[in-house]
């Protein structure tokens, strides 16, 4: 009995001492967000909402990487914006890259600091011709609304694109010189990869040895009731992106009747290697963009939720599950199959990956090779990409865009990150100390779907806060 009393005992001490450990860690976290700074906003005319309303009006859409551009769409909104912004066009140089993407030059007082990157895209995504009537209004229409500008482009790009101009115009109405020069990178091919857009912007500034302090692109966020725990909105600087990469299973046989269906059916053998896949995730882990983003939410988080993000050496598990740190696993096309009494003699499904850093293409490749029956056939398909590298946040660069959005957005907890999607940004490693990815485009749960979805709009405060926003980036700038 004594003995039981003693093991009982032990028991409950080492509970206790877990239970301290963990309370001290928690105890122990401090928050990492930094004094907002008092700023002199800038009054932008309502006039803006017209020249965001006419650019959604050009149908710049990217339909496949095959596709060639549409030069009437994509000429007449390079006319729109040299009338739309005589200034910009006057003090800049603008030079042009697989004949529709746009590098524009604004030349810096001091050569000897290194240029920043501001980079959006031009083209958008397809609408869906079923969906246009669930469509509060025409989505090439560019309404305005009471509250709303509506259209393709509100969300993903165009109003971060026009926003820099409106700033840009802006700034060099007041006679305004940025220190160091600032080069705007707007590819025309983003939602295609950005193979002819992007990465020739960036090839071509390599090639004249440009080596920039830091690059800023779309992919980060204000986030208004995205995570648990947090009351307030997060504003998002995306450090890192995950890699993409799709893989053809293909599958041939002899086929047959379906009246005598062989042991091994076609399609049969395909929906296995799918479900086998899916049955052998890759493994959560936790990489340096996913724990800079623990390091800063955690401290802002319920004391709960604060014990298990500053005890990760017991508690990751479910935490990067939540956060999906790892490489992800989606079959999103299958085809096989002619008639219904007839087994197919070639099926096919595409698995599409977003792989997470530490993992490669090739490892991925080597994943579903093991996975799955040696009968499968696999093949890499369309565009693909290797995760980026993740950016610093000790840097001089990120200091200062986390002090911006933090002065132009107080009511924000400033937190970096990783986004699962991919962006041009992904090219301007090799000219760039670091690369960010952070426009304040405010989502929630209810709007995250009109995103490539139905019904994209833009609030107009919104709008202007993004016009605000890049105002006094770029003279915040200039004080270093």
């Known amino acids: 009995m004594k003995k039981i009393t003693k093991i009982f005992l032990g028991l409950i001490i080492l509970v206790l001492l877990l239970a301290a450990v963990l309370i001290f860690n928690a105890l122990r976290m401090e928050s990492k967000q930094v004094e ?3 700023i002199q906003p800038v009054t932008i005319s309502d006039d803006v909402f017209q020249n965001l309303s006419k650019a959604i009006q050009f149908q710049t859409i ?29 003090t800049m140089s603008l030079t042009k890259i697989s004949e529709y993407s746009l590098l524009y030059t604004w030349e810096g007082s001091d050569p000897a600091k290194k240029p920043i990157i501001l980079m959006s895209h031009q083209d958008v995504v397809p609408v869906d011709l079923p969906t246009m009537e669930m469509w509060e209004a025409g989505p090439f229409e560019g309404i305005i609304t009471e509250d709303h500008i509506i259209g393709r482009g509100t969300m993903d790009d165009k109003s971060s694109l026009i926003a820099l101009f409106e700033s840009a115009e ?42 920039a302090a830091f690059t800023l692109d779309e992919g980060g966020m204000i ?18 992106e995950k890699g993409f990469a799709s893989f053809k299973l293909i599958v041939e046989t002899n086929g047959g009747h379906s009246s005598a269906p062989p042991r091994e059916n076609t399609i049969g053998m395909l929906a296995q290697a799918i479900v086998d896949l899916e049955n052998n995730q ?16 955690g401290p802002e988080m319920p004391f709960a939720q604060k014990v298990a993000f500053a005890n990760l050496w017991l508690l990751k598990g479910p935490i990067l599950k939540a956060l999906n740190s790892h490489t992800t696993t989606a079959p999103t096309i299958i085809d096989g199959g002619v008639k219904n009494n007839v087994i197919p003699t070639v099926a096919e499904a595409t698995i599409n990956f977003r792989i997470l850093q530490g993992e490669t293409i090739e490892s991925v490749q080597e994943h579903i090779e093991n996975t799955i029956s040696d009968k499968v056939r696999v093949e890499k398909s369309g565009f693909l990409t290797n995760p980026s590298p993740s950016s610093r946040i000790d840097s001089d660069s990120y200091k200062l865009l986390e002090a911006t959005v933090r ?19 992904r090219y301007f490693y090799k000219i760039s100390d670091d690369v960010y990815r952070y426009y304040p485009l405010r989502i929630s749960p209810e709007t995250m779907s009109r995103f490539h979805g ?27």
């Open 62 to 90: 990217s339909f496949s990487e095959d596709a060639i551009p549409d030069s009437v769409a994509f000429n007449g909104f390079h006319a729109f914006l040299a009338e739309t912004f005589p200034l910009v066009h006057q």
């Open 282 to 297: 890759r493994p959560y882990r936790l990489v340096d963009p996913v724990r800079y983003q623990l390091e800063y939410l």
């Open 223 to 240: 986030a208004e009731g995205m995570v648990p725990g947090i009351d307030q909105p997060v504003s998002m600087i995306n450090v890192a």
């Open 170 to 211: 802006m700034l060099i109405k007041e006679g305004f010189v940025p220190n160091q020069t600032i080069y705007f990178a707007f590819g025309h091919d983003e939602e295609v990869g950005g193979a002819n857009g992007a990465a020739k912007i960036a090839d071509y500034l390599e090639e004249k040895g440009i080596r």
């Open 454 to 480: 139905i019904d994209e709009k833009i609030s107009k405060e919104n709008y202007k806060e993004i016009i605000q926003f890049t105002y006094q980036l770029m003279k915040k700038f200039n004080e270093i």
């Open 407 to 425: 002065s132009v957005f107080p009511e924000t907890v400033v937190v970096p990150g990783l986004i699962g999607g991919g962006t041009d940004s």
């Open 36 to 38: 907002p700074q008092p």
